[in-house]
């Protein structure tokens, strides 16, 4: 197949049937009916559509924005004439994805400090909506940023969605050809930064030997457990106090765990998580959710610490810390 038929998406109306006037009662509830029948199409693939939005931006807060937008596509779409719900729905929220990415990348710009995605359980649903967890993880999604908006979302409908070819260029409108080479530059892109990470429970292992040590500041075992080109991520945003530059190394990151460890970790609760398909731990006090903390494991050890504090991303995993 040489080329996609380009279908965009209607733009958006809003349809609020308290304000609709009909003469008769049928037709009232003929509407209902109708307004019923689109949220149950709807309901049935939030969950994706949820899924798709996230990994495009990063941000859980966005991609529950984009999807309320989707919703509000179909509600005032003209649902006789759409014969696949699902791909209709999809469409339009990956577009919605790729206009609201352009957008972001310039905030992202001037972000204070390392920038990093912001937390999701999947504690329930480890894939988030999707066939693989492919595209998931902080660190893969940290990566992400690097593609373009068109092919990050290419990649994103391929490697975690399994779309095929010839949907994915109708939905980013463009040939199957160029669909092809856009998930190709972007495993391209990805395989270039990407190591090997460690299973699940080695992953978790890790972090918790890295918790322990960290909370009594034990340099030798900090040392031991991180490989010699470690990182450390800080993500405050500005908003809270933390390194506005990564801290790169073992040694230096070690003695940065320990140089905070007497008053960091004093009257903190630690509660076990799996966000973003990886192991962590969210940090509390006093009941509020302050920090999620979690590693990147590799075949020598931590590859990445990442602490990720800006308080306007820990909405989510703040209520399940509460509950």
């Known amino acids: 197949m040489s080329g996609c038929r380009h279908n965009p998406a209607p733009g958006p109306v809003r349809v609020d049937k308290d304000s609709q006037r009909f003469s008769t009662d049928g037709q009232d509830q003929n509407m209902d009916a109708n307004l019923d029948d689109a949220l149950a199409a709807f309901q049935a693939v939030r969950g994706r559509l949820f899924g798709i939005a996230y990994r495009m931006l990063g941000s859980a807060s966005e991609a529950e924005d984009i999807v309320q937008d989707a919703w509000v596509r179909w509600q005032g779409t003209d649902r006789t004439v759409v014969q696949d719900p699902p791909a209709f729905l999809a469409t339009a929220t990956t577009r919605l994805a790729i206009n609201a990415l352009q957008s972001a990348r310039a905030k992202r710009e001037t972000y204070i400090g390392p920038w990093l995605p912001e937390p999701v359980d999947t504690s329930d649903d480890p ?52 669909a092809r080479q856009l998930v190709s530059r972007a495993r391209k892109h990805l395989v270039d930064g990407r190591r090997r990470e460690v299973p699940l429970a080695e992953q978790r292992r890790l972090l918790t030997a890295f918790l322990a040590a960290a909370k009594t500041g034990d340099l030798d075992e900090l040392e031991h457990l991180l490989s010699e080109d470690v990182v450390s991520y800080s993500d405050g945003g500005g908003v809270v106090r933390a390194s506005k530059f990564p801290v790169f190394g073992r040694e230096r990151v070690a003695k940065f765990i320990r140089a905070f460890r007497s008053h960091f970790w004093e009257g903190v609760d630690v509660t076990e998580s799996d966000t973003n398909g990886q192991a962590s731990v969210l940090l509390s006090k006093d009941g509020t959710t302050f920090a999620v903390l979690t590693v990147v494991a590799g075949d020598v050890g931590i590859e990445q610490v990442l602490w990720m504090m800006n308080p306007h991303k820990l909405g989510a995993v703040g209520l399940r810390a509460a509950g």
Not at 145 to 163: K, N
Request: net charge negative; glycine share 4%.
């Open 127 to 178: 894939t988030l909506g999707a066939e693989r967890a492919e595209a998931l993880g902080f660190a893969v999604l940290v990566m992400l940023e690097r593609l373009t908006p068109t092919e990050r979302a290419a990649y994103v409908l391929r490697e975690a969605f399994a779309y095929p070819y010839e949907q994915i260029c109708e939905i980013v409108q463009v040939s199957e050809a160029a």
